[in-house]
T-cell receptor
Framework: EAGVTQFPSHSVIEKGQTVTLRCDPI?????LYWYRRVMGKEIKFLLH????????ESGMPNNRFLAERTGGTYSTLKVQPAELEDSGVYFC???????????FGSGTRLTVV | QKEVEQNSGPLSVPEGAIASLNCTYS??????FFWYRQYSGKSPELIMS????GDKEDGRFTAQLNKASQYVSLLIRDSQPSDSATYLC????????????FGSGTKLNVKP
């Protein structure tokens, strides 16, 4: 079984540019999550999809962040325009149901310079 | 106050010893508790989940939960150098079963 796949693994962009992160969940997992870890801090929730619907986006920092999951398969997280404080590791995870543990992807390390 | 608190460590133990990792949480309504292991530069990997008070054993790992004290721990018996990693405590509270609150992690070093 393929795991959760994230692309790219690393991204370095300049402040003000746009970056799009992609996540392919485990096949059949309706629940898809985005989390972020900024330097020195704990991993924090960004949002949760059930299929193509946003179930909870309470963790999204501001309107520069846009997540989509068209068709209920893969998801993208776009940051536009990127700011220095957006640097960190962005993790995607998927699960079969609400009370299960997640399977995490390997993350995208975003550096905004 | 953070939702989930962990001592950042590092916790150093000799090979073969028991490593004890601790975590406290603030929401008394929390329902589900998980331990993840994260090697440097890698994704968090689920080790254990526990939902009710008491102990749960899986191989060399034992998770312990005390809801009255709002405390969850992970014991690693016969620690190996390959256990050296950061251990993340994650909690789902009673209001939203779909969101994890993570601690900042405890770094464990097992010395050969």
């Amino acid at each position: 079984e393929a795991g959760v796949t994230q692309f790219p693994s690393h991204s370095v962009i300049e402040k003000g540019q746009t970056v799009t992160l992609r996540c392919d969940p485990i096949s059949g997992h309706d629940n898809l999550y985005w989390y972020r870890r900024v330097m020195g801090k704990e991993i924090k929730f960004l949002l949760h999809f059930v299929k193509e619907s946003k179930q909870d986006e309470s963790g999204m920092p501001n309107n520069r962040f846009l997540a989509e999951r068209t068709g209920g398969t893969y998801s993208t997280l776009k940051v536009q325009p990127a700011e220095l404080e957006d640097s960190g590791v962005y993790f995607c995870a998927s699960s079969e149901g609400a009370n299960y543990g997640y399977t995490f992807g390997s993350g995208t390390r975003l550096t905004v310079v | 106050q953070k939702e989930v608190e962990q001592n950042s460590g590092p916790l150093s133990v000799p090979e073969g010893a028991i490593a004890s990792l601790n975590c406290t949480y603030s929401d008394r309504g929390s329902q589900s508790f998980f331990w993840y292991r994260q090697y440097s530069g890698k994704s968090p990997e689920l080790i254990m989940s526990i939902y009710s008070n008491g102990d749960k054993e899986d191989g060399r790992f034992t998770a312990q939960l005390n809801k009255a004290s709002q405390y969850v721990s992970l014991l690693i018996r016969d620690s190996q150098p390959s256990d050296s990693a950061t251990y993340l405590c994650a909690v789902k509270n009673g209001n939203n079963f779909n969101k994890f609150y993570f601690g900042s992690g405890t770094k464990l070093n097992v010395k050969p």
